[in-house]
């Protein structure tokens, strides 16, 4: 008869739990699927407030988002990825100089994301996509449907056009206010 080896890593036993390698159950927060895409690990949390409180970093904030206008936001287009909500219960908005491609950001501010992102008909031109800035001139800042940050041009408003500016949003914001890029 052939052994097997004991495991030395978290085996699933159900969503958000797992068995450790010492026999105890433990929860976890589940970053898969929409209805755990609200979950920010506490590390990404402390990140961002680092990066919105970074005094190197020349940008415009906003004040914070209420709880009340995130909820709103929340309800209203429920692919925004975590950690941009967290990011607006730090800065409810923003502009400024950014150190990549396009060089300068405007974030819509938080009350007004889900009413811009209807007025621009960012769900008939780009399914799946969720509007949330633009670069200041013709182009829009947009989450894709796998969570890159993309910027598309207002007209024509085509996924085909998608340039891909960040991984992430917090990999966005750790370009904000970080200059312009050298072309």
């Given amino acids: 008869m052939r052994s097997v080896p004991a495991r030395t890593h978290d085996a699933p036993l159900a969503r958000g ?12 927060a589940s970053f898969c ?9 506490p ?7 680092d990066l919105v409180r970074d005094p190197g970093a020349l940008w415009d904030r906003e004040p914070p988002a209420s709880p009340e206008t995130l909820a709103v936001l929340a309800a209203a287009l429920p ?3 975590a950690d941009y909500l967290a990011f607006l219960a730090l800065s409810g908005g923003g502009t400024g100089d950014l150190g990549v491609y396009p060089g300068y950001f405007s974030l819509w501010p938080a009350s007004e994301v889900a009413s811009l992102h209807a007025a621009y008909e960012v ?6 996509y969720t509007g949330f800035g633009s670069n200041g001139g013709g182009e829009l800042l947009a989450f894709a449907p796998d969570g890159r940050v993309v910027l598309v041009p207002f007209v024509p408003m085509d ?3 998608a340039i891909d500016v960040a991984p992430t949003f917090t990999d966005l914001v750790r370009a904000f206010g970080r200059g312009v890029p050298a072309t």
């Fill in 123 to 128: 769900p008939a031109y780009l399914p799946g």
């Fill in 43 to 49: 590390i990404v949390r402390m990140i961002l407030q």
């Fill in 17 to 28: 739990v797992v068995r450790s390698a010492r026999g105890g159950r433990r929860r976890v």
């Fill in 79 to 81: 692919a925004l990825p």
């Fill in 159 to 161: 996924a085909a056009d």
């Fill in 33 to 41: 699927g929409p209805s755990n895409q609200r979950k920010i690990a």
